[in-house]
């Protein structure tokens, strides 16, 4: 059945939080029919279905992808199918199944049909033992299965490149802040949720504590970075091409909620830790990513008052419309 790659782009996950902004940047760069959406589910008026061609596929489904990279003339795979963290914890063994079955999947079609492959990794491959300023290189001890997934995917990729010459790329994305698509299910969510009650209620109650720093990443910052990582030579990138590290800014909880209130001055935010509490407490503070700058010239954009101003006003646009 192997042919040679082809020239179209397969985005998988496409209607979750990344993909819904990954789809249109990649629509926006080579054109509408060239970048084929798919997701597990669909959902009405999305717009990576209304905007181009879309398919319902199960990452799992090992035949259902092979024909459609074969029958769709697919040449990369941007894979962002996956369960997050939280939802992960609540379902180990389904987390395992479709984080670490989905990435052999697509790393056998990689292998098989000389596909290009970008698999994100995560901040949930460090754990506890982790110092705040994460390493690029450093013992990866997560203690979510999510976080095991992560390790597991970026050991694999290395494995695909090393021995059978596969382009896989990834980044160790930090928490997502995004308002066009809600998060789906992590650790970080309380960092979009936060600006979407406080605009529709005024009121925030913060499932982690005050005091809970992470690293953090407004999306536009992403989605330049994963086109910049695919755009750079081959030869340029390190050892660390499976999850670059990549810093954005980072700031604890109630920074957050401080610069809400700065913006909006009668939000209140309270604080009432769950579950979550202990996944957050188990990822650094921030991340060194000295790798990604020297390697592909990586510099983020957006800080914590640039992402704050962007959230309130776009989400404040958006409802206005909707209203
Ligand atoms: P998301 O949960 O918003 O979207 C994931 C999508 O995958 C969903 O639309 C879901 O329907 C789909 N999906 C689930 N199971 C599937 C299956 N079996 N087959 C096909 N599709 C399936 O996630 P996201 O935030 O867009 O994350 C995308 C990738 O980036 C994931 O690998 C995630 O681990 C990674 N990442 C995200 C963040 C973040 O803050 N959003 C941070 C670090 C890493
Ligand atoms: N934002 C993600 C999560 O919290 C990190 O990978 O699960």
């Known amino acids: 059945m192997a042919s040679p790659n082809g020239s179209r782009i397969l985005v998988t996950g496409a209607l979750g939080q990344i993909g819904t902004e990954l789809v249109t940047a990649l629509r926006d760069r080579h054109g509408e029919e060239a970048v084929l959406a798919s997701d597990i589910r669909e959902v009405a008026g ?10 319902v596929a199960d990452v799992l489904d090992w035949a259902a992808m092979e024909n459609l990279i074969v029958d769709e003339d697919i040449g990369t795979i941007y894979h962002l199918a996956a369960l997050l963290s939280a939802t992960g914890e609540k379902n180990p063994g389904l987390c395992q199944e479709v984080n670490i079955g989905g990435m052999v999947n697509v790393l056998e079609l990689a292998r098989i049909y000389r596909l290009r ?42 494995y695909y490149h090393a021995v059978h010459g596969v382009d896989v790329r990834g980044i160790r994305y930090p928490g997502l802040i995004s ?22 209620t005024g009121t925030y109650s913060c499932f982690v504590s005050a005091e809970t720093r992470l690293p953090m990443m407004y999306m536009e910052d992403a ?10 030579p081959a030869d340029s990138l390190g050892p660390a ?7 954005g800014c980072s700031f604890s909880a109630g920074e957050l909620a401080t610069a809400i209130s700065e913006r909006l001055e009668d939000f209140v935010c309270n604080f009432e830790p769950d579950e979550r509490q202990e996944y957050a407490d188990s990822w650094p503070d921030e991340v060194d990513d000295s790798a990604a700058r020297q390697d592909w010239a990586w510099e983020a954009r957006f800080g914590l008052e640039d992402l704050v101003d962007e959230m309130l006003a776009n989400l404040t646009s958006m409802r206005e419309v909707e209203v």
């Open 117 to 158: 492959l970008f698999a994100p990794s995560s901040i949930a491959v460090f754990g506890p033992d982790c110092p705040p300023l994460a390493p690029q290189q450093t013992p990866l001890n997560p203690t979510t299965m999510y976080g095991i997934t992560k390790v597991a995917g970026e050991l694999m990729a290395d």
């Open 223 to 232: 989605i330049r970075a994963t086109l910049e990582l695919m755009d750079a």
């Open 241 to 247: 091409r499976s999850g670059y590290n990549l810093a």
């Open 46 to 55: 999305h717009p990576a279905i209304s905007g181009g061609p879309f398919i």
């Open 179 to 200: 308002w066009k698509a809600p998060p789906g299910g992590g650790t970080t969510d309380y960092a979009v949720e936060i600006f979407h009650d406080a605009i529709e």
